[in-house]
């Protein structure tokens, strides 16, 4: 950074996810293979189908494209994430309750910081998935742990006064200035490295018993990215080639199914993390090594964002089973047919370029899915646990929506169908007032153009 530069959110966005990148990387090497294995697959990809495998993300952004996991314990923990990432143009997107998503003991709630104006996400699309612990619910913690752990995270401070202020300053200013940009990434990076404090043995057990999650969040005195995820344009390719490198990956992709028609939402899969050496302190006062195995590899691809209508027939057909035969009774096999039947988010664009356009030239572009999907979460979540922990569903759980989880984070919780319906009804205007027509003539017209039908991000063809 050279010193008289003035960092804008994004810029910070997008050296944050560098940074933590490099972190991550040094921290659990296995992160190191997959980004190489990613990076070689989207270059397949893109020599083997061009300007088609770049409809959904240009190949600058998918190469730098990661979203991260972090938990925290408490309202005041997560409304402090939410002024850091609010430096970096991030906001909270979306509630997700994975409580009732796993039949594990997953005591969190959650939300994704994201960009959520298309030309932020166009310049970088880093989010974060952030999972808040739930202690006062009774079918995980009794009445006396839920009070011993409300003490132990009432007195912790994961997020220093120098990063915060910097953090709040940012937001205020638009951006920092080259000094404390630097000074903010270095401040921010540090706060989610794993921490070598020795841990308090006892205390993490008790609490493993329960939720390795809530031990995970609860049972040390810090917090730490939990994965880094880079995007794949074909992750069944990635996955066989992550198996001949010899990384056993979980037993499938979760998600849709590999089919031939369009992909939507987000198919994700991960690897274990190997263990990673920490150091406890025993009851009596010794300090031991053991190790951990909280974190984990994952990877993801990203397909068509869903309107309420497609994400009500996704939702539907996942408990059927991700099967390309249930696919086919449930989707149609063509971008037109999405758009037709009004199951999937499309924009309006003119093409640019000389010649005078008319409304048969507009062309529907879909629109990628920025979010998360809770079962494919709780699925990640569940699949990386050294075990099961405990969990009484006799016991009422305790209420969490997301206007509650709008107060603890201190912001409004943006509701991301609202945000891809948005961007639509943006390029329509757009693309009306290019035309010099009226924006209903365009949303009557059938998509003219022919779709690329089926999209294929499978590399069955290539
Ligand atoms: C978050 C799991 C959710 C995803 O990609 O669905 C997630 C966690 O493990 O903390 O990252
Ligand atoms: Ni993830």
């Given at each position: 950074?050279?010193?008289?530069?003035?960092?804008?959110?994004?810029?910070?966005?997008?050296?944050?996810?560098?940074?933590?990148?490099?972190?991550?990387?040094?921290?659990?090497?296995?992160?190191?293979?997959?980004?190489?294995?990613?990076?070689?697959?989207?270059?397949?990809?893109?020599?083997?189908?061009?300007?088609?495998?770049?409809?959904?993300?240009?190949?600058?952004?998918?190469?730098a494209e990661r979203h991260g996991a972090i938990r925290v314990g408490t309202p005041t923990e997560i409304s402090q994430?939410?002024?850091?990432?609010?430096?970096?143009?991030?906001?909270?997107?979306?509630?997700?309750?994975?409580?009732?998503?796993?039949?594990?003991?997953?005591?969190?709630?959650?939300?994704?910081?994201?960009?959520?104006?298309?030309?932020?996400?166009?310049?970088?699309?880093?989010?974060?998935?952030?999972?808040?612990?739930?202690?006062?619910?009774?079918?995980?913690?009794?009445?006396?742990?839920?009070?011993?752990?409300?003490?132990?995270?009432?007195?912790?401070?994961?997020?220093?006064p120098d990063l915060l202020a910097l953090a709040d300053r940012a937001e205020a200013d638009g951006g920092l200035a080259a000094t404390d940009a630097a000074e903010f990434l270095r401040l921010a990076t540090e706060a989610f490295e794993l921490s070598h404090e020795p841990v308090d043995q006892a205390w993490y057990r008790e609490l493993e018993a329960v939720s390795a999650?809530?031990?995970?969040?609860?049972?040390?005195?810090?917090?730490?990215?939990?994965?880094?995820?880079?995007?794949?344009?074909?992750?069944?390719?990635?996955?066989?080639?992550?198996?001949?490198?010899?990384?056993?990956?979980?037993?499938?992709?979760?998600?849709?199914?590999?089919?031939?028609?369009?992909?939507?939402?987000l198919r994700q899969t991960s690897f274990r993390a190997l263990a990673e050496p920490r150091t406890f302190r025993t009851p009596d006062g010794d300090v031991v090594q053991d190790s951990l195995r909280v974190r984990f590899g994952e990877v993801e691809a990203r397909g068509i964002a869903l309107t309420r209508e497609g994400r009500a027939r996704y939702d539907e057909a996942i408990v059927r089973g991700a099967t390309p035969e249930v696919w086919r009774e449930t989707f149609p096999d063509t971008e037109a047919g999405l758009i037709e039947a009004g199951l999937g988010y499309f924009t309006y664009e003119v093409p640019t370029g000389s010649g005078a356009a008319g409304p048969g030239d507009v062309r529907r572009e879909p629109v990628v899915y920025e979010d998360f999907l809770p079962r494919s979460a709780a699925g990640i979540f569940q699949s990386n646990l050294t075990d099961e922990g405990s969990k009484d569903a006799s016991q009422a759980g305790e209420e969490r929506?997301?206007?509650?989880?709008?107060?603890?984070?201190?912001?409004?919780?943006?509701?991301?169908?609202?945000?891809?319906?948005?961007?639509?009804a943006a390029s329509l205007t757009a693309a009306a007032d290019r035309l010099g027509v009226a924006p209903a003539t365009l949303a009557a017209t059938p998509s003219t153009e022919p779709m690329t039908s089926p999209t294929t991000s499978t590399g069955a063809d290539a």
């Open positions: 950074m050279t010193s008289d530069e003035f960092y804008a959110p994004w810029q910070l966005r997008a050296a944050f996810a560098r940074s933590l990148s490099d972190m991550y990387g040094r921290e659990v090497p296995a992160y190191t293979t997959l980004l190489e294995v990613s990076h070689e697959v989207n270059a397949d990809v893109v020599a083997a189908r061009g300007a088609d495998a770049e409809r959904l993300g240009s190949i600058d952004r998918v190469t994430v939410a002024r850091i990432f609010g430096a970096m143009g991030m906001h909270p997107v979306g509630f997700y309750d994975l409580r009732d998503a796993s039949s594990s003991s997953v005591p969190v709630i959650s939300t994704a910081f994201r960009p959520v104006d298309r030309a932020e996400l166009a310049r970088n699309p880093f989010r974060v998935f952030t999972s808040m612990l739930v202690p006062g619910d009774r079918r995980f913690f009794t009445a006396d742990l839920q009070e011993r752990l409300e003490r132990f995270l009432a007195a912790r401070t994961l997020f220093g999650v809530a031990a995970d969040i609860g049972g040390v005195a810090s917090t730490h990215i939990n994965h880094l995820t880079p995007r794949v344009l074909d992750i069944d390719d990635l996955y066989a080639r992550m198996e001949a490198r010899g990384i056993t990956m979980i037993d499938r992709v979760q998600g849709p199914p590999l089919w031939e028609g369009p992909d939507v939402l929506d997301a206007d509650w989880m709008a107060g603890a984070v201190g912001r409004e919780l943006h509701d991301p169908f609202d945000l891809y319906a948005a961007q639509v």
